[in-house]
């Protein structure tokens, strides 16, 4: 299976700043299968990025995702109060889908 | 829209079968054209794909999990189920069922979840 490591594991920022999360598979995921999502606590993961760079329905557009192969990258261009949360990267270019560990985005 | 909700036991004795309902509202799984997934998530970690159906009744598993994992579909209620065998308290997790990006292997929309915790 392939794994994806999220990287840092915590990123401590503060709002108005710019965020660059990343995503390393251990192979290439085969034409950019691969997706984001943010989960508040409590709450269910909401799908951000699909297609390594194809913003979901509703999502602002201070989220983009680019990548290729096995190099990812989320980033919020203008850090928002309510982006603090955990994100998580998914890929469903093999079986079987597999997600990252995670990245905490933390107010600094 | 489309929405999800999961429904059953939050508490499972040890060697006996979770069971989960996933009602979904808003669009018909008998239409075709996704596939209805079941996450988990086990407490303060990160997530695990378990299965998906297809309305046909097409499955697919997680090799992780296959050997117990059963995943069917009630296209008259809407609804579709998991079933997993020989719990331990490794499986207390939040259940989420989760529609596929129009079959492609995203998820979107998710049900909120449920806990469900192995105990005695």
């Known amino acids: 299976e392939i794994v994806l490591t999220q990287s840092p594991g915590i990123l401590s920022l503060s709002p108005g700043e710019r965020a660059t999360l990343s995503c390393r598979a251990s192979q290439s995921i085969s034409s950019s299968y691969l997706a984001w999502y943010q989960q508040t606590p409590g709450q269910a993961p909401r799908l951000l990025i699909y297609g390594a760079s194809r913003r979901a329905t509703g999502i602002p557009d201070r989220f983009s995702g680019s990548g290729s192969g096995t190099d990812f990258t989320l980033i919020i261009s203008r850090l928002e109060p309510e982006d603090f949360a955990v994100y998580y990267c998914q890929q469903y270019g093999s079986s079987p889908i597999t997600f990252g560990q995670g990245t905490r985005l933390e107010i600094k | 829209q489309v929405q999800l909700q999961e429904s059953g036991p939050g508490l499972v004795m040890p060697s006996q079968t979770l069971s989960l309902t996933c009602t979904v509202s808003?669009?018909?799984?008998?239409?075709?054209?996704?596939?209805w997934s079941w996450i988990r998530q086990h407490p303060g970690k990160g997530l695990e794909w378990i299965g998906y159906?297809?309305?046909?009744?097409?499955?697919y598993y997680n090799p992780s999990l296959e050997s117990r994992v059963i995943i069917s579909v009630d296209t008259s209620e809407n609804q579709f189920s998991l079933k997993l065998t020989s719990v331990t308290a490794a499986d207390t997790a939040v259940y989420y069922c989760a529609r596929d990006g129009g079959g492609q292997g995203f998820f979107d929309p998710w049900g909120r979840g449920t806990l469900v915790t192995v105990s005695s």
């Open positions: 159906i297809y309305y046909s009744g097409s499955t």
């Open positions: 808003g669009g018909s799984i008998s239409s075709g054209g996704y596939y």
